[in-house]
Nanobody, 127 residues
């Protein structure tokens, strides 16, 4: 069983920054695709960023240029550095994992392909 635990959420003003962390059990981070999804108020869950097993990164259009995903295999932790935050970035942010070399975060069904999920960490951006 894979366990994912997120941390680092909080409340910031627009333009601020936050760094989210996701610590995973076992060798999950080195073996799996790791992704961040979010669900804003009144919105469907959407993919934000993905880092594949060998380090390839993918971003949602809304995150590109502002967010950076990274990982530390030795610490079994994935990070999401979020800069220039906007009110529309508000939501619950979830860490997700999938044991595959074919991962994607785009599309309404992308989240259904991920097998393991954390409990989420809340991000609130005020204007």
């Amino acid at each position: 069983q894979v366990h994912l635990v997120e941390s680092g959420g909080g409340s910031v003003q627009a333009g601020g920054s936050l760094r989210l962390s996701c610590t995973a059990s076992g060798n999950t981070v080195s073996r799996n695709c790791m992704a961040w999804f979010r669900k804003g108020p009144g919105k469907e869950r959407e993919g934000v960023a993905l880092i594949e097993r060998f380090g390839t990164k993918t971003y949602a259009e809304s995150a590109r240029g502002r967010f950076t995903i990274s990982k530390d295999n030795a610490k079994s932790t994935v990070y999401l550095q979020m800069n220039s935050l906007k009110p529309e970035d508000t939501g619950m942010y979830y860490c997700a994992s999938r044991f595959s070399d074919d991962c994607d975060i785009h599309g309404s069904r992308a989240s259904t392909t991920f097998e393991y999920w954390g409990q989420g960490t809340q991000v609130t951006v005020s204007s």
